[in-house]
């Protein structure tokens, strides 16, 4: 080989090199994930829009009590025909046009304030249910990825499993050929190993569907993310008092935030409802000039055509019937604020409930956790002595299958559990209305590289 086509070819195996680094998939720890959803997640640009839209009503009823200026113009053609009492005809064709502007003030109006103040409320129960979707899109993003964890330990499990299951199949095989066992065992190892295979598929699209779901929520390609490390703690929530996790509920959850304030907001139209028969009043000023060409005469003279008027004044209006329209309204609003009290009291009840029982949760997670541990520990040693009995003939070949399915289910329900307990403690932070991204920055700290074998513990503990 020449020195230009050795050199050629080295260059070709580099750039060949730097396109594979290229091409290799971008692996997204949590906090990437999550950086991700907050600019791309659908559901939570909806939430903002609607957020913003709704505060808008603030703006529309403080407009109800601050002054408006109106400006008009306009410009016409007139053609007049007048019969005169001397019987005879007068025609005049001529033009006109003119300006004004009105000032209006309200001084007293009870239904444009209480409406203000219900506009107000409704906007802070927006913001709370906005602050809420941001704390359901951390929830989300966790749940998702950590069903993309879930989905990929199921699949390494079963491929460790049919592994396992294929190399007993290999063994009964040999054992028969020799006259060991009989042609039983055989079948039996060999249904074991295509129902392990039937697993392992099901697994893998269980995997392309997890990622689908994390891919809704980033709207980008993601396959390949960080793992969490066996080595994070498993520690119950604290203080371990259901009393005091369910007052920093009462006071923070963002759930029971918004249907207070609208609670608040359905008081105010009641109010407002009833003020529809008081009295208003309001200021007012006006300007006009109009002017035209006509030659229209007056006692006195022959008129200019141009005039100015400038009226300032004060109105009072009081609604006296209407119909039954305001009393209907009256009553309408006020059954929409029984609604909206039963509907506070319901929230109420759920966000005490639902925080004692994630606690609770939580802290049987811990427990589960430990124990799932110890099965892991106890399963090994069961196959272990179920192998060691099928060796010596105490044991048959479905003892093995049965102790290795075992195993590899206790292993499963293990990783499982410490993702039941990551989920659940994100869920109880939620409903104490603490639950921020810091929270994600803490288990960020804990993923690490993925890796193509099952992280189990080496020991149970903490």
């Not at 008092?241 to 923070?252: K, R």
């Not at 206790?410 to 403690?425: E, G, M, P």
């Amino acid at each position: 080989m020449s020195r230009n086509s050795r050199r050629g070819f080295l260059l070709a195996a580099l750039a060949g090199a730097v396109l594979n680094v290229q091409a290799a998939p971008t692996q997204y720890n949590l906090l990437d994930v999550y950086n991700m959803a907050l600019k791309n997640d659908a559901q939570l640009a909806a939430a903002e829009a609607s957020m913003k839209a709704v505060q808008e009503t603030v703006n529309q009823g403080r407009s109800a009590l601050l002054p408006t200026l109106g400006l008009s113009a306009k410009t016409q053609y007139n053609k007049t025909s007048s019969e005169l009492t001397n019987g005879s005809d007068t025609d005049e064709n001529y033009n006109s046009h003119g300006w004004g502007a009105t000032l209006t003030q309200p001084l007293f109006n009870m239904n444009s304030w209480f409406n203000y103040e219900q506009a107000k409320s409704v906007g802070d129960q927006a913001t709370a249910v906005f602050a809420n979707a941001r704390q359901q899109l951390i929830l989300r993003v966790a749940e998702s990825y950590f069903n993309v964890l879930r989905s990929e330990d199921s699949l390494m499990t079963a491929k460790a499993q049919e592994r396992a299951l294929k190399q007993q199949l290999d063994q009964a095989r040999e054992r028969y050929n020799v006259g060991l066992i009989a042609e039983t065992d055989v079948l039996v190892a060999r249904a074991a190993y295509d129902n392990a295979r039937v697993a392992r598929i099901q697994a893998e699209n269980q995997v392309s569907v997890s990622y689908e779901g994390l891919r809704t929520i980033v709207n980008q390609d993601v396959t390949d993310i960080a793992q969490l490390e066996k080595a994070m703690p498993v520690v119950a929530p604290m203080p371990n008092n259901p009393e005091e996790w369910v007052s920093m509920a009462l006071a923070n959850n963002l759930g029971l935030k918004a249907a207070r304030e609208g609670l608040t907001a359905s008081e105010s139209k009641v109010k407002a409802s009833k003020s529809g028969h008081a009295p208003t009043v309001k200021a007012f000023a006006s300007y006009n000039y109009s002017s035209n060409n006509s030659s229209q005469a007056s006692g006195n003279g022959t008129l200019s055509g141009d005039r100015t008027d400038t009226v300032v004044g004060v109105q009072f209006d009081l609604p006296i019937f209407a119909g039954g329209a305001i009393s209907s309204a009256s009553r309408q609003a006020g059954y929409q604020l029984e609604e909206a009290q039963k509907n506070y009291d319901q929230q109420l009840r759920g966000t005490n409930a639902n925080t004692r029982n994630l606690l609770r949760t939580a802290t049987s997670d811990v427990d589960r956790v430990h124990a799932s541990c110890q099965v892991i520990i106890s399963s090994e040693s069961a196959l272990k002595a179920t192998q060691s009995g099928y060796e010596v003939g105490t044991r048959n070949i479905t003892d093995v299958l049965d102790a290795q399915q075992q195993l590899y289910s206790s292993i499963s329900n293990y990783l499982n559990t410490r993702y039941d307990f990551i989920v659940n403690t994100l869920k109880l932070k939620q409903a104490v209305g603490t639950l921020s991204p810091t929270d994600l920055e803490e288990l960020n700290q804990w993923m690490t590289d993925a890796s193509d074998e099952l992280s189990v513990p080496d020991q149970c503990g903490g």
